[in-house]
Each structure stands twice: as structure tokens, then as C-alpha cells.
């Protein structure tokens, strides 16, 4: 080789055929330089004719690799790098520059970021690279042929030419592919970020509809450009959530697209009622709870209509449930959905359907527990004339749901009334139960006239049986409760708190009843028993007197425990709406509610506001009786001469019988003293107290009974009848309703 004539170059075309034999050659420097001279030849030859060996390119391989051009962004931008590669390799040919160091041109590299953004796999791009190369030095070599008819020179150029197109694919596809994955663990992190956003943001409350806003504002936050979610019906009227056979009643509950996007105004509003044509993919999607990617611009009945490139499908389905249905949409020149983007929106969808579907059954738990406790608390004004009330209750706006606090206003016999506040510790629907069973339980305590600490021994035992019935320990089944008995005869309050907060009094300036003025504001320093349920610890009632017209304010710890402040501070701010000067007991419930109640209260709060009242002195009337049979007619003619004296002569008969009967009954079976009281309100009250506490049992009499007549006469003559215990000892009572020109005026409330 090295004696040989140099070869020369021919411009002759010489026919072209594939990639021709490979010699071995010998390594001389007259035939490098032959080769470097051929090759920049070829490179000169081939560049004005770049567009057309472009085409040629091209068209072999879409032949060959089919799956990036069904992406029109992607099938320009794949014309547009596929030339770049053609001149960068005729300039590495034409200066002979060194392969290892040749950068491919930018339009591959933006090239790999896009098709790693449309999701094709990274062995699609790979592949794509070497069929364009392979088909690059087909054509180049073939191109040699038309140059030079020299088999050494051809088979060397050959060998140069494979040389440097492996270098050049090498290189190139080394940063090819570090675009790629850089632009593909940029999408993965953005994708985990997007997860993690919607784990933190979607299910911040318990509101179905802020819910399901929650999930169309992080689905238009760089994943989507419109997003819609649609409800079944059924799901936000609390009925059956299973979709019919037939397309399903949907309301729109939320949508958000991108500021300043292409996406159009979206035909459904918010709160719209609508449903899809069953032959429609959402409606398809909805009846069979599979989730869709398409791509296309018909709108198959989607919420975007026809101005969107792809779009998903998300059924909401969580608990085995169909719950409605979110469709993530794009517009524009962003890459088209792929099976990425669809795991990454199903993640998204399933956080969003257990998040509704729990606000749903929170939804519907509150309601019924507070449409539970609302029919079990009192829905009107009870008329007695001890006090006139005024109360609230008010549902806290925290998700923790509805608590178990009441109130009541009891009338007792005596023209007394028992106040009641109680908290059950707990909530929701078990609480609310547990609360009606409690004030019933007060109720029926009530009713026997037990003494405040007595009625709170009983209904301590209650808790404990429930907690037992239950298979609770004790703790689990708790409740405060704070009884207070007011008889305005003798204007004394009897009160027991079982852990209980104990209530605010506030006394008229000079017990000049209502008038205008500050008031003097109090909290009672007494004892506070332990809450119910703990058992064997003792409860304490203390007594005090109050001016009339003094307002008793019962409460639970919702109206003053607060976050935002200290408790001494809310008593305070309590203090100052009850001194405020006269108003009626609701006026005093708004004052206080504005002034201490946040527009979202973390605890349910139930306050009870009562002005007493005094009876006057005229319409009672007392008589101390002897224990002595005789005392008896006495006390008839004491009684016919009240009844005259107040109007109700029409009452004479029957009175006298019943007090014939509750004196004699005393006189026979109680001790010393024995005193007959008369009360006149809103009915007529005989009393008769003595000082034995065995009560009286009605019994029926035989025949030829002497005795064992008398309390079954009382039951039959009054409306109501009963016995009451006291500290000294029993009070037997009866009451009779009052003819219509026989009833006092109760104060104006």
C-alpha cells in the first residue's frame, strides 16, 4: 500500500447501492488524507441538498417508529431536530472535528424533554435515535459511491464514517438522555409534590362543597386547565348513593380552569342539577366506575365542550360507593394526558372521594344528632309564675360534631321551677342520645320533688347503670349537670352542681325589682360535686335568697371557654352583659352570646337566662294546724274563707274535700307541726306539710273498708297531685285548675 499511486478522487457519479464491504486498510497517512479530502467532499455534495436527505429520513423513520407522531407538537419539533442532526454531522464531516466532542444541536435536547412530558418511554426515543442515525449512514455512504471508485478509499471512508456516526450518536444521545430524565424526574417531583398538595389541602373541613372545590383547585394548580366536579344528587340530599342503571341526577358543585387559559366557560354552573346521555363517556365512566383517558377534541358529552386537546375521566368512588364524578381537561399547546398523568388524577380522586364521602357521613350525622337534640331540648316556654326564661343553644362549628348539652325549665308543685343545664362529655349521635335519656331521667326526678343533691345522687346512679349496660368503664359515659330549684313564694334558690359550672347571679340595684340600673353580678362560692358517673361521692345543695326580679344565668363551658382567652376574662365579659340595666331575659341571651361567642365556637353552648319573679303575699295563705281531729273543720272553714276572699267561691266544695282529706291524712299518720298552705297562681295549690317523711301510697279500698279513701278522693278531684320531700320532713300537695275569670296575669316575658 505504501508504494502504491496516490488514488484520485472522481466526480463521476458511480451507481449507489448499500452500505458497501468493509476491507481491512492499512493505517497511512496518504490515505487519511484521502479520506479527510473524500469526506469533505461529501459533506459539500450533501448540504444543499439537506431538506431533501431530510425527508428521506424522515419518511424511513416513521416507517420504522410510529408512536411520537401521533403527538403534533412533538412530530414538528422531530422535523426540525432530525435537520440539525443532518448539518451537525456534514459539519463534523466537512472539518473533521473529533465525534466524542460534537454536542447534539438544541433541538434534540428540547425534543427529549417533550416526549418525556407526553410520557413516551425513554427505549422509544433511544430506538428513534438509532434508526435516524443508522439511516443517516446509509445515505451518506451511498453518497461516497457517487465520489470515488477506489474499493480502499471506499472501504475507508466506510470505516471513518461509522467511526464518527457512533461517536456522534453517543455523545449525542448521552445528553439526550440526561434532558430526558432530567425533564422526567422533574415531572415525577412535581407530580409528588402535586400528591403531596393534594393530601394537604383536600379535606380541610368537613363541607362537602368546599370539599369538592378543594379538589378542582388543586387539579388546576399546573396539572389541568379545567377541572369540573359533578355530584350525584343523591349524595348531597343524604339518600341511596348508588347510581341507577339510568345516567344519574349530577349537580355541579365545583370547577376552576386556569387564569388567562383557552379554556372556555364551562355550560354547567355551580350548583346546577344536569345529567350526561347515557351513550356519553362521563356517563359510562359513571355507570361502570373506570376511569378514562382521551385524547381528541369531540366533546363526547365532557364538560369543556370541544375546546380541549385530552382529557380524564375520575369516577368518585370511596367505600364501594359511586359519589359523582371530576374531569381534568387541557387546552392549548400543553402536552396531552398520559398513563402517568392518570395514576397521578386517580391518587388525587381517591384522596377527594374519601374526604367526601367523610364529610358526607359527617354531614348527615350532625344533622340527625342535632335534629335529635333539638326535638329533645324544650321548643316553647313552659308558662309558670316562679320566673320568666329565655334560653339558646347554639351547635359548635367545629368538626369534632354536635355535644350533648340541654337545658330545661321544670314547674314544680308549690308554684316552683327547677332550671337544669347539663353537658354530657362526648359528641354526636351517641351524645345527643345519652343527653335525651339524662334530662328525661331529671324529668322524672323532678317529678317526686327530690331535693337538688338527691336528684343529683339519683341521677349519678343512672350514668353509672348506663356505663354498666353499656360495658364501659367509667369515665367513658360522663355528664355535668347543675339543678336549681327557685320559689318565689319564699324567693329562695335550692342549687347542687355535679362538676358543673355554676351560674351567675345579678341582683337589681336595692332589690328594686327591675328598674333602671347596674346590677350587682355574683358567682355563688359553693361546693362542686364530682361530674355524674363516678358514684359514691357525695353532692351538697346550698340555698340563698334572691331580690325579685334578679336574673339567674346558667350556662355551660362552651359560652366561656375559649381559645382566644382566659377564663377569668370571659367571666368577666359575662359579668358586664348581666349588669347591664333592665332588659328581658332574651335581650340579656343576645347580649351575652354577641359578647362572648366567636363566629365558630369549638364547643356546643347552652345558656338559660331567668328573671325571678315574687309571689305576692295576698295570694298565699298558711294555717297551722293542730294534731287533733277536731282541727279539721278548722281548716275547711279556713279554706272556704281564703276561696271568698280571692274570688273562687265556685272552687269552695272541692277544695274543702281535698283539705278535708290532706289534713286528716297528716293528722292521722304524720307528726307535729302540720300546716296547710294556699297558693293562688296561675292554678290553685293545697299544701300540707308535716314532719314525718313517710309518704302516702294511694291504694285502692275494698268494699266495707272504713279507711284508705282519701288520697284516691284527692287524685280525683285535682288535676294534679303529689308528694315532696324537704329536710324537715313531707309536703302533700294537690292543685286545681282555676276558672277562666279566676287567672292572674303573668308578667310579659
Known amino acids: 500500500m505504501g508504494d502504491r499511486e496516490p488514488s484520485v478522487v472522481s466526480d463521476a457519479p458511480l451507481p449507489a447501492h448499500p452500505v458497501a464491504q468493509v476491507l481491512p486498510l492499512p493505517d497511512n497517512a496518504l490515505m487519511r488524507t484521502d479520506v479527510d479530502t473524500l469526506l469533505h467532499r461529501l459533506a459539500q455534495q450533501l448540504r444543499p441538498r439537506t431538506e431533501e436527505s431530510v425527508e428521506t429520513l424522515l419518511r424511513y423513520t416513521r416507517g420504522e417508529l410510529s408512536e411520537p407522531w401521533g403527538y403534533d407538537e412533538v412530530a414538528d419539533l422531530v422535523a426540525e431536530e432530525t435537520a440539525g442532526h443532518v448539518v451537525a454531522f456534514l459539519d463534523l464531516l466537512e472539518h473533521g472535528a473529533d465525534a466524542a466532542e460534537a454536542a447534539p444541536p438544541p433541538q434534540s435536547l428540547e425534543l427529549a424533554r417533550r416526549l418525556a412530558r407526553s410520557g413516551v418511554p425513554i427505549s422509544t426515543l433511544l430506538r428513534g435515535y438509532r434508526l435516524g442515525h443508522v439511516a443517516l449512514l446509509q445515505l451518506v455512504q451511498t453518497e461516497v459511491l457517487t465520489l470515488t471508485d477506489d474499493p480502499e478509499l471506499v472501504n475507508a471512508a466506510a470505516l471513518r464514517l461509522m467511526a464518527a456516526g457512533f461517536g456522534y450518536v453517543d455523545r449525542s444521545s448521552a445528553h439526550v438522555v440526561a434532558a430526558y430524565q432530567e425533564e422526567r424526574d422533574r415531572r415525577l417531583q412535581r407530580r409528588l409534590l402535586l400528591a403531596n398538595e393534594a393530601g394537604r389541602r383536600i379535606g380541610t373541613t368537613l363541607d362537602i362543597d368546599r370539599t369538592a372545590q378543594e379538589l378542582a383547585d388543586v387539579g388546576a394548580d399546573g396539572f389541568a386547565d379545567l377541572v369540573a366536579v359533578d355530584l350525584v344528587s343523591s349524595v348531597l340530599d343524604d339518600e341511596d348513593v348508588s347510581p341507577p342503571s339510568t345516567p344519574p341526577s349530577l349537580r355541579r358543585v365545583a370547577r376552576r380552569s386556569v387564569p388567562g387559559g383557552d379554556a372556555k366557560e364551562l355550560p354547567v354552573r355551580i350548583g346546577r342539577t344536569h345529567s350526561y346521555p347515557a351513550d356519553s363517556e362521563p356517563a359510562r365512566a359513571l355507570a361502570t366506575g373506570t376511569p378514562v383517558l382521551r385524547r381528541g377534541g369531540a366533546s363526547g358529552g365532557l364538560a369543556g365542550g370541544d375546546g380541549f386537546h385530552s382529557a380524564l375521566l375520575l369516577p368518585l368512588v370511596a367505600r364501594g360507593e359511586t359519589l359523582g364524578l371530576v374531569q381534568f381537561l387541557r387546552t392549548g399547546s400543553g402536552a396531552p394526558f398520559d398513563d402517568d398523568d392518570l395514576l397521578l388524577a386517580q391518587e388525587i380522586a381517591a384522596r377527594a372521594a374519601v374526604s367526601i364521602d367523610n364529610a358526607r357521613r359527617y354531614t348527615h350525622e350532625r344533622s340527625t344528632a342535632l335534629a335529635l337534640q333539638r326535638s329533645l331540648l324544650p321548643r316553647h316556654a313552659v308558662e309558670q309564675s316562679a320566673v320568666v326564661t329565655a334560653s339558646r343553644y347554639l351547635p359548635s362549628g367545629s368538626r369534632a360534631g354536635v355535644g350533648g348539652d340541654w337545658y330545661d325549665v321544670i314547674p314544680l308543685s308549690g308554684a316552683r321551677v327547677a332550671l337544669v343545664v347539663g353537658d354530657v362529655v ?106 355524674l358517673g363516678l358514684g359514691g361521692l357525695p353532692f351538697e345543695t346550698v340555698q340563698f335568697e334572691l331580690a325579685e326580679g334578679s336574673l339567674l344565668a346558667l350556662f355551660t363551658d362552651g359560652l366561656v371557654q375559649s381559645r382566644a382567652r382566659d377564663v377569668d376574662t370571659a367571666r368577666e365579659l359575662l359579668r358586664d352583659g348581666l349588669a347591664q340595666g333592665s332588659a328581658s331575659p332574651d335581650e340579656v341571651c343576645d347580649r351575652l352570646i354577641a359578647a362572648l361567642v366567636p363566629e365558630r365556637a369549638v364547643d356546643d353552648i347552652a345558656l338559660l337566662v331567668a328573671r325571678t319573679l315574687s309571689l305576692d303575699p295576698g295570694h298565699v295563705a298558711t294555717l297551722d294546724v293542730p294534731s287533733d281531729p277536731a282541727a279539721v273543720a278548722g281548716a275547711r272553714r279556713f279554706a272556704s274563707e281564703t276561696l271568698t276572699a280571692w274570688g273562687l267561691d265556685g272552687l269552695s266544695f272541692t277544695t274543702e274535700l281535698i283539705v278535708s282529706e290532706l289534713v286528716t291524712n297528716a293528722i292521722r299518720y304524720g307528726r307535729s307541726p302540720i300546716r296547710l298552705r294556699m297558693i293562688r297562681q296561675s292554678t290553685l295549690t293545697c299544701e300540707v306539710s308535716d314532719a314525718n317523711s313517710t309518704a302516702p301510697h294511694l291504694r285502692r279500698a275494698r268494699t266495707y273498708d272504713e279507711g284508705g279513701r282519701g288520697l284516691l278522693l284527692v287524685a280525683q278531684l285535682s288535676e294534679r297531685w303529689g308528694t315532696r320531700h324537704h329536710r324537715e320532713g313531707k309536703v302533700i300537695w294537690a292543685e286545681q285548675a282555676l276558672p277562666a275569670d279566676g287567672l292572674l296575669t303573668l308578667p310579659a316575658t
Do not use: K
Open 426 to 531: 362526648g359528641r354526636g349521635l351517641r351524645a345527643a342520645a345519652t343527653m335525651g335519656r339524662l334530662r328525661m331521667a331529671v324529668r322524672a326526678f323532678a317529678d317526686i320533688d327530690l331535693m337538688p343533691d338527691e336528684l343529683l345522687t339519683h341521677l349519678d346512679d343512672v350514668v353509672i347503670r348506663l356505663q354498666h349496660e353499656e360495658g364501659e368503664e367509667a369515665g367513658e359515659t360522663s355528664a355535668t349537670c347543675l339543678y336549681a330549684v327557685y320559689d318565689p313564694v319564699s324567693r329562695v334558690c335550692s342549687l347542687a352542681s355535679a362538676g358543673h359550672v355554676l351560674p351567675a347571679v345579678a341582683t337589681p340595684p336595692d332589690g328594686a325589682g327591675d328598674a333602671p340600673g347596674s346590677r350587682s353580678v355574683e358567682f355563688p362560692e359553693m361546693p362542686i360535686g364530682p361530674p
